[in-house]
């Protein structure tokens, strides 16, 4: 059976290092849920549906620590984006794969802008 979760290309699975990811659950944010949704989904029940994917992703994560796996949550989403960031060993991610609530892991990527040009007309 093959998980309908999609990993980035970028996550070394292999490696012992610890790693950042970034998790999507599959329940939308409650404001895009509403906003997308065709049935009368109500901004309560939504929350709701919000709340709960973020209780199961912790009682998913539970058997992690029975594996005494260890992983450190940084960040939990529920406005704009619905899902967690999190550092774990690259090689325990496929451990996630088991997950209910998990759409996607990205690897976490660190953005710099450009430096400001030298022309102060920009």
Request: a neutral charge; aromatic letters at 8%; charged letters at 25%.
């Amino acid at each position: 059976m093959q998980s309908q979760i999609y990993i980035d290309p970028k996550i070394d699975i292999a490696s012992d290092e610890y790693i950042g990811i970034i998790i999507e659950f599959k329940i939308k944010p409650a404001k895009t849920a509403v906003a997308t949704c065709i049935s009368n989904l109500t901004i309560e029940q939504a929350k709701q549906q919000v709340e709960t994917s973020h209780q199961t992703f912790q009682m998913e994560l539970k058997q992690l620590e029975e594996s005494l796996i260890e992983y450190f949550i940084i960040n939990t989403y529920k406005d704009s984006f619905n899902g967690v960031s999190m550092r774990l060993k690259g090689n325990t991610v496929q451990r996630l794969l088991l997950s209910t609530v998990i759409k996607a892991i990205y690897k976490t990527d660190e953005m710099n802008l450009p430096k400001k040009p030298g022309d102060t007309r920009y």
